[in-house]
T-cell receptor, first 114, second 114 residues
Framework: DAGVTQSPTHLIKTRGQQVTLRCSPI?????VSWYQQVLGQGPQFIFQ???????GRGNFPDRFSARQFPNYSSELNVNALLLGDSALYLC?????????????FGSGTQLSVL | KQEVTQIPAALSVPEGENLVLNCSFT??????LQWFRQDPGKGLTSLLL?????REQTSGRLNASLDKSSGRSTLYIAASQPGDSATYLC?????????????FGAGTQVVVTP
């Protein structure tokens, strides 16, 4: 079975542009979370979605938004890009939203904002 | 507010030596703690998940312990190999955090020299 897949793997944008990142969870997983990892730091929680609804949100501005589709795949949108948005964006999936479950991560999308 | 710290930030050991990686957290109200491995520019690979009611988990050469009351977890890797070179991150899921959020440490970068 395929793991968590993310696209694209790399992306270069300029300040002020908008970007959409995509994630497909492991087959059968219904929960998707998004994290931002700046070089040299641990990942920071952005959103969690379960059954197409936002269930958790981290401390990120409203420029960041996401959604989950009926097939449980997800998109992360970032508007009005800033230089500081340059980071590795990681998607993770789990079977349900149970607090006892492991997170499984994709390989990430490396976003560079120039 | 939960804070997760990993010390040291970097570690170099000769092949065959046992690795001991530390993780500390400030709030003991957690559901679980998960250890991950990250290779440069890549996503995270789940290693072990310890529930708050457990004291340790083992998988092959890996053993993780949890002392919730003192806010500490330790990951032991026996008989290290050059292929163990990577950054190791711990993450805690707090009971008072936003739903779905794992709080990560910044990681310990490990180099195993042949």
């Amino acid at each position: 079975d395929a793991g968590v897949t993310q696209s694209p793997t790399h992306l270069i944008k300029t300040r002020g542009q908008q970007v959409t990142l995509r994630c497909s969870p492991i087959s059968g997983h219904k929960s998707v979370s998004w994290y931002q990892q700046v070089l040299g730091q641990g990942p920071q929680f952005i959103f969690q979605y379960y059954e197409k609804e936002e269930r958790g949100r981290g401390n990120f501005p409203d420029r960041f938004s996401a959604r989950q589709f009926p097939n449980y795949s997800s998109e992360l949108n970032v508007n009005a890009l800033l230089l500081g948005d340059s980071a590795l964006y990681l998607c993770a999936s789990s079977l349900t939203q149970s607090t006892n479950e492991k997170l499984f991560f994709g390989s990430g999308t490396q976003l560079s904002v120039l | 507010k939960q804070e997760v710290t990993q010390i040291p930030a970097a570690l170099s050991v000769p092949e065959g030596e046992n690795l001991v990686l530390n993780c500390s957290f400030t709030d003991s109200a957690i559901y679980n703690l998960q250890w991950f491995r990250q290779d440069p520019g890549k996503g995270l690979t789940s290693l072990l998940l310890i529930q708050s009611s457990q004291r340790e988990q083992t998988s092959g050469r890996l053993n993780a312990s949890l002392d919730k009351s003192s806010g500490r977890s330790t990951l032991y890797i026996a008989a290290s190999q050059p292929g163990d070179s990577a950054t190791y991150l711990c993450a805690v899921r707090g009971t008072t955090d936003s739903w779905g959020k794992f709080q990560f440490g910044a990681g310990t970068q490990v180099v195993v020299t042949p």
